[in-house]
């Protein structure tokens, strides 16, 4: 019989401590997996338990204190945890990026900060969800960025601040609704995987310039506005998009503000094979914010990206792409 892995183990405690809390404390699932995640960060049962749970809980925590768990063990565990939670939950605006996806995306942010001599780089994620995207690309960035994330689910926002703290990652999170509330001026970059669909409130989206003309305006416009307005001049917005973003009865206003206020750099389309619904197909957007001398390309990347599961493939494509970024932002030096 083989040995459990790291991950394997965490995840059992995390489910296991989740289930015990929430059935004595009657909470949905993901809300005792945040606080089965802040027991073991604080290394001790912080909730007031009958003392059968008190034990359990107790024991669990100090089956990891005898484990040396890698940050990329702590988040895949909870990203198991947190699947399992959403399935249950079957709320839509809960989704998770995909490992393959986040990865690439750190790959892309690594590639896009490398041009800037940046000694703490900040990035922003307007719609961090529980964390998973965020502190996979901050565990490829090796400690060297500054995370602030911000959500208006308090249960998601309650993942990523444990996702953080387990992983010992610098970040500040806000619980808030990052279309209606202003956040700070001038980040480095911006990443998100934004939520698609419509926001409600047409009084805060009259303001916007991607509003519909008519009825509700879609969020993921309204949130790549805001995240223009909050990079920095020259910075760059990596966005995950539906596929169909400017072909929409309102993608004439969205392209009409990117013309204003930025450049699209780059439309990557992810394999269709990731999506069992492709209407729920996404695309990586890349958008750069203008900036006096910007050099601007003089035609955007457009790529379909090669399946994740075939590396060589893969491999080639982030050559090329590497390539093209090289050629146009090498001639800003």
Known sequence: MTENTNTEVLYLVLDEGAEAIKNELDLPYLDALGEMGENIFQKKVIQDLAEENQKKVSQLITKLLQLSIEPEEYRRAIQLAVLKGMREATQPHHAMTPDAVSLFLGYLVNKLLSYEDLEKPVLLDPAVGAGNLMTAVMNQLEGKGHFVGADPDETLLKLAFTNANLQKHSVDLFHQDSVSTSLLKNVDLVLSDLPAGYYPNDTIADGFGTKANEGHSYVHHLLIEQAIEHVKPGGFAIFLVPNNIFQTDQSQNLHAYIKNHAMIYSLMQLPSSMFKNQDAAKSILVLRK????????????????????????????????????????????
């Open 290 to 333: 203008k900036v006096q001398g910007m050099v601007e390309p003089r035609q955007a990347l457009l790529a379909e990206l090669p399946s994740f599961t075939r590396e060589q493939a893969l491999a080639d494509m982030m050559q090329k792409i590497s390539i093209w970024f090289d050629d146009h932002l090498k001639q800003e030096k």
